[in-house]
């Protein structure tokens, strides 16, 4: 049976205030979906609710086809969940904790060992195996979280922004992760407000603000839809280009829609026609002997999805 | 590509049943007690108090310790209680509101376990935890009674006693428990649970029996004398209590006290509805407490 997490009219209110709104969310199989939604929004709600911490006001939701209201232990049993940087108990080292959550997740106690070395090692922790949980950094400590949630090897895990806190090799380190797990057939519901992060690694975004899902679909499909068929690259050049120059060379060229210099070395560019427009585009970029030395493909789409999105609802 | 790796095979993982889990869950806590220190620290005061107690039967000798079961009476009768008391707000005080204050228990609540089995194994823990203290403390009190009267003039009571002991114990954990569930800011748990054992219920028995005027069973610390009073020659088995009046003074300044003793039966009555009663809104309250 597919990996799935579920929600029906999921609904949190604190008094008066909504901060979930009918959440009806069906993710399954083997993926990852991005989570995304400004301060407040209802991430980290959302994810309480699926894991039981707080209790839905109306609606439910289901992990594995398991209710979470009704048996928390069975709906979670094959999950990971790593919600609002929990504190593990000082006096432990990892081992001792991972140990522990090993032992009541009911992991035989032959793979104990060697699981745990192998998801310390995933989270670059393994030489801190044996010092005090107490004692150490918010990052490291986030890191342990992340180990623990992975420790039983679930097929289904729910982060919430789990690369908080963490450098920026961790961070690079945690999308690694997410990308082997993915790769192993798990389903992977993770909050974000890094949006290269969901690029980078997630398959589908859903993204929610006010307590309401304004949309969930792929990635691709949620760039195109919103894009209206644009595109856009960054390019980088050797050499600084003026206004005018852009504006007599770059922007007649085939299927460019528009053009935007970031600075005198950097260009926005927009342009119709997918892939195909994306390979001529570059040809004839070529073509023009501006020194083009990268086009990337640009980050800020997502990005300008995500602020329009969000400032529609102000 | 993807598709090269498989499902692990179903079954690799079998969550522990939920007693198991339990006692899983007690054996962590009780080793956390003693990597804080906790247990240590409670050591050593039931050390200090067992030491003070030494010296002074030491001292008074004769006029205290009469017979075996006066010495026992007296000083497990009464020492045992404050040993209880302190050793559920060491272990029991902050055992829930401690898990919301440290956000330790957002660690626990991502588990495969039902709620009720925190709070069971924590209980369970905290138990064991002040039994250890009850037992330290009965070494000290066996040693000296031993010094006095001899191996083997241990009375049979002790044993009755400790039982009562034991159930007193877990009615007092029950009510802190409740009241670490309470709260989220461990402090409170503490302070009501010291407050309420060491002075308040005390007080409010004295209240209803000056006041009142009725039998105090109402009130948990009134069934905690039945742990000394099982050594009394007179003893009183039943579910009844006893009054005794006693006059001071004469004439139209006389002033007459009212005592209430609990028979042992209706002590155990008692604590047993504490316990009962306790455990019950304890868990009740636990099972909606919200994790925000
Ligand atoms: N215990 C609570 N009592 C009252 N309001 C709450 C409570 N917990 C959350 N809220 C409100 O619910 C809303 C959603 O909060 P939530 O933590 O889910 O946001 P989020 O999307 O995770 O935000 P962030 O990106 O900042 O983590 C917020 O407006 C918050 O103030
Ligand atoms: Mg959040």
């Known amino acids: ?314 | 590509m993807a598709s090269a790796t498989v499902d692990a095979p179903a079954g690799r993982l079998q969550v522990p049943g939920s007693m198991q889990q339990v006692l899983k869950l007690t054996r962590y806590q009780l080793r956390e007690y003693i990597r804080s220190r906790r247990f240590v620290a409670l050591a050593a005061i039931v050390l200090v108090i067992g030491a003070i107690l030494t010296a002074v039967v030491a001292h008074f000798r004769g006029a205290v310790i009469s017979t075996n079961l006066a010495y026992y009476g007296t000083f497990w009768g009464g020492g045992v209680v404050f040993v209880i008391v302190l050793a559920a707000v060491f272990f029991g005080g902050d055992a829930i509101a401690g898990e919301f204050q440290n956000k330790t228990g957002y660690f626990l609540m991502g588990l495969p376990m039902r709620r009720a089995t925190v709070y069971v194994g924590k209980f369970i823990a905290a138990f064991v935890a002040s039994v250890a203290m009850m037992l330290l403390f009965l070494a000290i009190l066996v040693g000296n009674g031993a010094y006095y009267f001899g191996v083997n003039l241990l009375p049979w009571q002790i044993w009755l006693s400790l039982v009562l002991a034991l159930l007193y114990l877990a009615a007092v954990l029950g009510a802190t428990f409740l009241f670490s569930s309470l709260f989220k800011v461990s402090a409170y748990g503490f302070v009501l649970t010291a407050l309420l054992f060491l002075i308040g219920f005390s007080l409010i028995q004295d209240v209803v029996t000056m006041l009142v005027k009725i039998e105090p069973w109402m009130i948990i610390s009134y069934a905690d004398s039945t742990i000394g009073e099982v050594f009394s020659t007179n003893v009183l088995w039943g579910l009844t209590g006893t009054v005794t009046q006693s006059t001071i003074g004469m004439g139209p300044h006389a002033v007459t006290t009212t005592t209430y003793t609990a028979g042992v039966g209706e002590g155990i009555v008692i604590m047993l509805v504490y316990l009962v009663v306790t455990a019950a809104a304890g868990l009740w309250l636990f099972e909606r407490e919200e994790f925000t």
């Open chain 1, 1 to 314: 049976m597919a990996s799935s997490i579920e929600t029906f009219g999921l609904t949190k209110r604190f008094g008066s205030f909504t901060a979930l709104d009918h959440l009806n969310l069906k993710v399954e199989g083997s993926k990852c979906v991005g989570f995304l939604g400004p301060n407040g929004a209802g991430k980290t709600t959302t994810l309480k609710l699926l894991t039981d911490m707080i209790f839905p006001t109306e609606g439910g939701c289901r992990i594995n086809g398991v209710s979470v209201q009704d048996d928390r232990k069975r709906a979670l049993a094959d999950a990971g969940v790593l919600i609002e940087s929990p504190e593990i108990y000082p006096s432990l080292t990892p081992n001792e904790a991972l140990g522990m959550v090993a032992d009541l997740r009911g992991l035989a106690a032959s793979d104990r060992r060697d699981r745990i070395r192998t998801v310390l090692g995933e989270v670059k922790m393994s030489d801190w195996a044996d010092q005090k949980v107490g004692r150490m950094s918010k990052g490291m400590k986030q890191r342990i979280n992340i180990a623990s949630a992975l420790v039983h090897d679930p097929a289904v895990l729910l982060l919430d922004e789990p690369s908080t806190g963490l450098d920026p090799r961790g961070m690079a380190e945690v999308r690694a992760i997410v990308r082997d797990l993915k790769q192993s057939h798990r389903l992977i519901f993770m909050s974000s407000h890094i949006l290269s992060e969901v690029v980078d690694v997630c398959d589908e975004v859903a993204l929610i603000d006010k307590g309401k899902l304004l949309f969930y679909d792929t990635l691709e499909n949620v760039t195109a839809r919103f894009a209206n068929g644009h595109s856009t690259v960054d390019v980088l050049l050797a050499r600084p280009i003026t206004p005018e120059d852009v504006a007599r060379r770059v922007t007649p060229l085939p299927s460019v829609a528009g053009v935007q210099q970031l600075d005198p070395k950097r260009l926005r560019v927009r342009f119709t026609g997918g892939l195909d427009g994306q390979e001529h585009l570059v040809e004839a970029l070529v073509g023009l002997h501006l020194g083009v030395v990268s086009v990337a493909e640009s980050e800020s789409a997502l990005e300008e999805i995500y602020l329009s999105q969000i400032s529609r609802g102000d």
